[in-house]
Structures are given as structure tokens and as C-alpha cells.
């Protein structure tokens, strides 16, 4: 269940248990423990209740998690084509991982965009002209920090900084969600977007 709010979405606990493959009861029992130990925070939506992660250090502690974790056996083509998908592209709570996260974050730092997690006068134009305004997020969180990827084992970025440039691609149509969980795809304008302002290439 955690794994399945890793996107930072808030889900039902009738979505939670059919992730998980119990039943409603069982599942009820573990998201009021998980919401009394401060992993995750529940709203009502109407007659519904929805959880989510309590925060972005929860979803990178998942991530740090799966680091070690050892890997399931993959027995299936489906199965293949899902591990594959995630090791692709994936958020991790609010932004992106995997190779795509991990090639961009190599980007922002060869480009001088960032240094000594902090975001550079170079990289605030950069990002000023992709329409994101680091100064103007709310929050408390760092504007920029490193998360080690659990599937490239290389840092992808996350923060503000993170989070806005992700947020920022879903808007302008460089990326979508493959299916309901957290494995995205890069679509056609993402592959020349990411390109023309990352200087990416072979997303496609």
C-alpha cells in the first residue's frame, strides 16, 4: 500500500486493498496503524476517506528501502515489462526517477543549473524560461537535494526543485503516466522538450 501512494497521490482504502490483495477489513487495520505512526495522513472527500504519504521523506525513505530490498523474481512477461518500465521512468513521490531522473539530474548538474545543492543564477534563467520559479514554492523542504536512485544507484533530484521540474513536464505534455501507478513514459514533445532544454537524448 505504501508502495502504491509512492507518486505522492492521495487513493481510497478500497484502491489500497486491492493493491495489496487483502481485504477491505484487513486493509482498513493497517492504514489506521500506518496513519497513527505518522507514515501516512487521510482526508475525507465526502463519504470516502483518502491517504496519502505523509510527506516527500517518507516516499524517499520507501526509495532508500528498495535499495536493499532484495528483487522479485520476475516470472512473467508482464512482469518483465512493468520492472522495465519503472527502471525507464518513474516519479518517486513527486519527482523523477530512473534513468530519465538520473540523466536529468546529470544534466542539471553538467549545465551548470545547480551546484552545492543550490539552484545557480544560470540555472534560475533556465528554469524562469520553462515557466518554474524555484523562489515562489511553498514549503520548507531544500530547494534542491540528491535522492539515490534505488534502480540506477546514482542520484536523481529531488526538493523543490525536483518536484517543480516534474510537475512542470505533466503541464507541458513532455510526459504521462503509463498506467496507475508510477511508471511514466516520455511522449513525443517530451523527447524534443528534453532535448532542446536538458540537451537529452534517446528518450523516445
Do not use: N
Amino acid at each position: 500500500m505504501l508502495a502504491a501512494l509512492g507518486d505522492g497521490r492521495a487513493l481510497p482504502a478500497s484502491a489500497l486493498a486491492a493493491e495489496a490483495r487483502g481485504a477491505p477489513s484487513t486493509a482498513s487495520g493497517h492504514l489506521a496503524k500506518l496513519v497513527g505512526g505518522g507514515l501516512l495522513a487521510v482526508e475525507s472527500r465526502g463519504r470516502r476517506r483518502y491517504f496519502r504519504l505523509q510527506g516527500p521523506e517518507i516516499g524517499e525513505a520507501l526509495e532508500a528501502m528498495a535499495r536493499i530490498a532484495p528483487r522479485e523474481p520476475v516470472r512473467s512477461l508482464g512482469q518483465a515489462t512493468r520492472a522495465e518500465a519503472l527502471r525507464s521512468a518513474r516519479t518517486c513521490y513527486d519527482h523523477l526517477a530512473g534513468r530519465l531522473g538520473t540523466a536529468l539530474m546529470d544534466a542539471l548538474l553538467e549545465r551548470g543549473l545547480v551546484a552545492d545543492e543550490h539552484v545557480t543564477a544560470h540555472g534560475a534563467e533556465a528554469l524562469t524560461r520553462l515557466g518554474i520559479d524555484v523562489d515562489s514554492i511553498p514549503g520548507r523542504r531544500p530547494t534542491f537535494r540528491s535522492c539515490l536512485d534505488w534502480s540506477e544507484r546514482r542520484p536523481h533530484a529531488a526538493g523543490k526543485l525536483g518536484a517543480a521540474l516534474t510537475s512542470r513536464s505533466f503541464e507541458l505534455g513532455w510526459i504521462e503516466r503509463r498506467d496507475s501507478g508510477r511508471a511514466v513514459r516520455v511522449t513525443r514533445a517530451g523527447t524534443a522538450g528534453f532535448a532542446e532544454a536538458f540537451g537529452l537524448r534517446g528518450l523516445d
